[in-house]
C-alpha cells in the first residue's frame, strides 16, 4: 500500500478552538482624506474554516477523514462554517452550536496581497460547565473512532482545564497518540500528550526565556520534553524552519523550504495535521516532520489561509522512499 493510500485509511480527531476566517480582497489607490490610512476598494470576498476547522481541512485534503469538534454560534457566521466544512467534506454534526456564545470571526482585509488590517469578533471567556462535559461526552463517544488526536489551542476559551484533562486521560486509555498545537503559558496542563508543536514565541513564553536568546530553540525544547515527559516536541521558526526534540539528546533541524513567503496564516494549522495524518499512517516520526515541513512551505507560499492536499504535498517531496518505512 503506498502513502497515499495509507493517509486515506486513516481517521482524525480534531478537538479545539472553531472559528471563521473572512477575507475582503481589493486594491489602494490613495490615503483616505480623513485619517493616515490607506483607502480600500472592496473587489470581493470570501470565508474559509479557520483555527481547528482549517486543521480538519488540511488533515481531509491530505485524504484521510476528520472528526471535528468544538464549539460555534447560532449566527450566521455559525452557519456559514458549516456550509464551507461540508463543502470540504468536513462533517459538523459533532459542534456545539451555543446561543449566547458568537462564532470567533477573523476578518482579513488585503490589498496587492498584503494584509491592511485584521479585526477579531470573538469571545475569549472560557465555556460554561454545562458545554464543558458535553464536550468531554461528544469526545468520548467518538475516539473509539480515531486513529490520533490533534487538539488545536488558540486561547479562545473552548479548552478549559477539566476538557484537557478529560480529553488527554481518555485518549491515553485507548492508546491514541496526542498531538497538541499550544497557546498560553502554562503547558502543564497539555501533560500527558505525545507530542506538541509550538512556534519560537510560543516555546521561549511557556519557559519564560526571551525569544532573541541565541539557543532559546534549544534550551525551551529540551526543558519542554522534559517537564511535560514528552514523546517528542516540534519547534516552529518560520523562515528558519523547525526543529524536533526527542529522546535524551536527539535533535533534528530541517531547514524551511519555501521560495518565498507571502503568508504565514494557518501554516501552524497545516504542520499539526500533516504530522498528524502521517503518523497515523504509520511514518517514522522523522519522515512525518520532514513532510510537515514540506506541506508548511507551501501554504505560506499563498496568500490567505490555505489548506494543503496530498496531491500539492506529493508532487513536490518524493514520499516513494517513505513507503517501505512505514511499519505496517
Known amino acids: 500500500m503506498n502513502l497515499q493510500d495509507r493517509f486515506a485509511a486513516v481517521r482524525i480527531m480534531i478537538l479545539g478552538d472553531i472559528m471563521l476566517d473572512q477575507y475582503w480582497w481589493g486594491s489602494v489607490e490613495r490615503i483616505s482624506p480623513e485619517a493616515p490610512v490607506p ?30 469538534i468544538g464549539c460555534i454560534g447560532t449566527d450566521v457566521e455559525g452557519s456559514q462554517l458549516k456550509q464551507h466544512l461540508g463543502s470540504n467534506s468536513i462533517d459538523h454534526e459533532h459542534l456545539l452550536e451555543i446561543a449566547d456564545r458568537p462564532t470567533s470571526v477573523k476578518t482579513r482585509v488585503v490589498a496587492h496581497s498584503q494584509h491592511v488590517v485584521r479585526v477579531d469578533r ?5 465555556i460554561d460547565s454545562a458545554t464543558a462535559s458535553k464536550l468531554v461526552e461528544r469526545v468520548r463517544e467518538l475516539l473509539t473512532g480515531a486513529d490520533l488526536l490533534i487538539i488545536s489551542d488558540y486561547a479562545k476559551g473552548t479548552l478549559t482545564k477539566t476538557v484537557l484533562e478529560s480529553t488527554i486521560e481518555s485518549a491515553r486509555k485507548r492508546n491514541i497518540p496526542i498531538l497538541v498545537d499550544p497557546k498560553g503559558k502554562d503547558y502543564s496542563k497539555f501533560k500527558g500528550a505525545s507530542v506538541i508543536t509550538p512556534n519560537r514565541r510560543e516555546a521561549a513564553e511557556a519557559c519564560s526565556l526571551d525569544e532573541h536568546r541565541d539557543d532559546v530553540v534549544a534550551t525551551a525544547g529540551r526543558r519542554l520534553l522534559d517537564e511535560l515527559n514528552l514523546k517528542a516536541i516540534i519547534i516552529t521558526e518560520g523562515e528558519k524552519g523547525m526543529t524536533l526534540f526527542e529522546g535524551s539528546s536527539s535533535q533534528t533541524s530541517f531547514k524551511a ?15 499539526i495535521a500533516t504530522l498528524g495524518v502521517a503518523l ?3 511514518v517514522p516520526l522523522v519522515d512525518a516532520v520532514r513532510l510537515a515541513n514540506t506541506a508548511a512551505s507551501l501554504v505560506v507560499e499563498q ?3 490555505t489548506a494543503i492536499s496530498s496531491q500539492r504535498l506529493f508532487d513536490k517531496f518524493d514520499a516513494n522512499s517513505m513507503v517501505l518505512t512505514a511499519s505496517d
Open 280 to 282: 497515523a499512517a504509520g
Open 122 to 126: 470573538e469571545t475569549i471567556n472560557s
Open 303 to 305: 496568500v490567505g489561509t
Open 39 to 68: 483607502v480600500v476598494r472592496l473587489d470581493r470576498t470570501s470565508v474559509v474554516p479557520g483555527g481547528a476547522a482549517n486543521v480538519a481541512a488540511n488533515v481531509v485534503g491530505l485524504g484521510a477523514a476528520a472528526i471535528l
Open 257 to 271: 523550504e519555501a521560495h518565498e513567503i507571502y503568508d504565514v496564516t494557518g501554516a501552524g494549522d497545516t504542520v
